[in-house]
């Protein structure tokens, strides 16, 4: 069964609850190198996406799932990875029980602009829904940010 990695909004248990129904949370990790940012602005409908890039001087707090066959199709649909918004990437993900191989999205998109503040309230209250550190959900939330 393939592992995925989730960030942002997507950290949120229940958001995830909802689009891979039958994909059980695995735990949560680091993506070491990896630093979370917005992009494919022309992608989105208001302002930038959420997403990742490669950045040896962050780490990106997610949440693994096991998720099946049917799950993965309805996460790719949501995605919009069959039109070319996301595109899914191979990533190592640190755990307290080691290293663990997961499926990422990533916009196919240039990096840039800032996101709406509801945006970033929302992956914090995900972030901290997860469980991630206290200081990992603040300096979301400290973030520059459009008004909404």
């Given amino acids: 069964m393939p592992l995925y990695a989730a960030y942002g909004a997507n950290l949120d248990p229940d958001l995830m609850g909802l689009l891979a129904p039958h994909s059980p949370q695995r735990g949560t990790g680091w993506l070491v190198g990896w630093r979370l940012t917005f992009g494919g602005e022309e992608h989105g409908w208001d302002g ?3 997403t990742v890039v490669e950045d040896p001087a962050h780490q990106v707090f997610v949440a693994l799932y ?3 066959p049917h799950d993965e199709s309805a996460l790719d649909g949501w995605e919009g990875s069959a039109i070319g918004i996301y595109r899914k990437v191979r990533v ?4 307290l029980e080691g290293d663990e191989l997961a499926w990422l999205y990533v ?7 800032l996101p ?3 945006v970033l309230a929302q992956i914090a ?4 829904k997860a469980g991630a550190p206290d200081d990992y959900a603040r300096a979301l939330r400290e973030r520059p940010c459009r008004a909404d």
């Fill in 48 to 50: 930038p996406l959420t």
């Fill in 66 to 68: 096991d998720v099946p």
């Fill in 92 to 95: 190592r993900v640190a755990t």
């Fill in 107 to 113: 916009v196919d998109g240039y990096e840039g602009g």
């Fill in 116 to 118: 709406p503040a509801r």
């Fill in 125 to 128: 209250d995900a972030a901290e």
